[in-house]
């Protein structure tokens, strides 16, 4: 089994969110998180740590840019119900630190906010790890508090969209309705340097023009 793999990105598709990377002559498609496929440049030299999943008349490859996103995608497999490609929006919406925390704080509605992801999901993703979370070795890289539950960090700008998203939907707007406009937001990596009024006002005018 392939599980990390060097080469250059030789084309990017977008409805698929794959690459096709040439490494040893050979060019391997591979699919990845969109978090991380919309960092990723054609003509560029980069590293994947891979997941390959076999089919009896498929095999599919699934890249990462870390080792723990590649860890947390495998236990994602072991849910219930929980394809490859659900397991994949999830990690192309949350981090994985980030997914823990909501296992943990058995968030279903943040959970969910994935694509093709329900309540129902959601709920059994919570039953299914939220006793295995504390086993896993890669949380060590996290750190855990003093009563062994694992600490999850978020970087600023993570904060940031949390902050926004939290605020956007207790003033009444629906989730469908927050995601585009932070999109917009965070797609400019000027904006969140301006800090929260900023972007909240950014992304107020934008579902105004949106919405009417």
């Known amino acids: 089994m392939l599980g ?11 409805d698929a ?4 990377l040439l490494a040893h002559r050979m060019g391997f498609e591979i699919m990845l998180p969109q978090r991380f496929f919309d960092t990723v440049e054609v003509d560029r030299k980069m590293s994947f740590w891979l997941h390959t999943h076999v089919r009896e008349d498929q095999l ?4 990462f840019g870390t080792e723990n996103e590649k860890l947390f995608f495998k236990q994602l497999l072991g849910v219930s119900g929980l394809g490859p490609k659900t397991a994949l929006a999830l ?3 949350h981090s994985p630190e ?3 925390h909501f296992i943990l ?4 509605d943040e959970i969910s906010s994935a694509p093709g992801v329900g309540k129902k999901l959601a709920q059994r993703l ?11 070795a890669w949380l060590d890289k996290v750190g855990k508090s003093k009563t062994g539950k694992p600490i999850v960090e978020l970087s600023p700008q993570r904060q940031l ?4 998203n939290s605020a956007l939907l207790n003033l009444g707007y629906l989730p469908t309705q927050v995601k585009p406009a932070l999109d917009k937001v965070f797609d400019d990596e000027d904006l969140p340097l301006k800090g929260f009024e900023f972007c909240l006002k950014t992304a107020l005018k934008d579902m105004s023009v949106r919405h009417g």
């Open 91 to 93: 990690l192309g919406e």
């Open 161 to 164: 969209r949390d902050d926004l």
């Open 4 to 14: 990390y793999i060097q080469g250059k990105v030789l084309t990017k598709n977008a």
């Open 98 to 100: 980030k997914l823990v």
């Open 105 to 108: 704080e058995k968030d279903a």
């Open 17 to 20: 969110h794959s690459i096709v």
């Open 60 to 63: 599919t490859l699934f890249g």
């Open 126 to 136: 919570i039953l299914e790890l939220s006793s295995k979370i504390e086993k896993w």
